[in-house]
Structures are given as C-alpha cells and as structure tokens.
C-alpha cells in the first residue's frame, strides 16, 4: 500500500438533521433576530484540513476521530451539491488557538505515537 503522508487531505463533517442543533439555533436567529424569511435551510459543516498521516491513520480516524457515525454524515475531499445556497467558511487566524484541531492532533497520535499530524479546522455554513 503506498503511503501519502504528505498531501492535504479534505474532510466536512455535518451533524445528521435531528442532532444538527447549530444549525437549527443559526435558523431561528437568521428568522427571528434578523427578521430574514427567505431562509429556507441552514446547514453547518465541520472542515477539517488533515495532513502528515498515513492512509491507515486516516482510515481508522474517520469515523473515530473526525466523525461519530451514528450521529454525523462525513463528506471526503469536496462538500455535497447545494444548489442555491450561499456558503461560507469562518476559521481561526493564524497565531490564534484551534481547540478542535489540537484535539484531532492529540487524539491521532494515540492512533499513532510516530506520526505528528497538522490540522487546520474551519466552520462552513450553507444558507439557502
């Protein structure tokens, strides 16, 4: 099996409709706050940019690590059609702290004490 450690690897993670409670609560503030009717869905995704493991680490991490799969759906590399909708991404600057992604880091080397993983992690909401 060849290992790619090096590339970039793209992962979105979205809660599955009756846990997306982040989603909903943007929803009810888009409608009531803003007094937006338009809106018809609003959905939140999780990115998370993986990188410096090998395919077996990432393998086993997706739906330990990135995912609970009775709760979660994860997309890989590209996030699904959302015709009509207006996405966005909200991530953390540089210098500034990312517990999500220090988590993963932490949590991917007890999968693999070789290995020192790099993650970036980003919101993206999808409004329609």
């Given at each position: 099996?060849?290992?790619?450690?090096?590339?970039?690897?793209?992962?979105?993670?979205?809660?599955?409709?009756?846990?997306?409670?982040?989603?909903?609560?943007?929803?009810?503030?888009?409608?009531?706050y803003l007094d937006i009717t338009g809106v018809t869905n609003v959905r939140e995704f999780i990115r998370y940019d993986v990188e410096n493991i090998s395919d077996e680490t990432y393998e086993k991490a997706l739906g330990t690590v990135f995912s609970?799969?009775?709760?979660?759906?994860?997309?890989?590399?590209?996030?699904?059609?959302?015709?009509?909708?207006?996405?966005?991404a909200v991530e953390y600057l540089p210098g500034q702290f990312d517990q999500r992604a220090d988590s993963a880091e932490q949590c991917?080397?007890?999968?693999?004490?070789?290995?020192n993983?790099?993650?970036?992690?980003?919101?993206?909401?999808?409004?329609?």
């Open positions: 099996m060849i290992e790619n450690k090096n590339s970039v690897r793209r992962i979105f993670v979205e809660k599955k409709q009756p846990f997306a409670v982040k989603a909903k609560e943007l929803y009810q503030e888009i409608h009531n609970e799969p009775p709760m979660d759906i994860l997309y890989e590399e590209e996030l699904p059609s959302l015709p009509g909708a207006v996405t966005f991917l080397r007890l999968l693999n004490k070789d290995e993983p790099i993650i970036k992690t980003a919101t993206v909401k999808a409004i329609e």
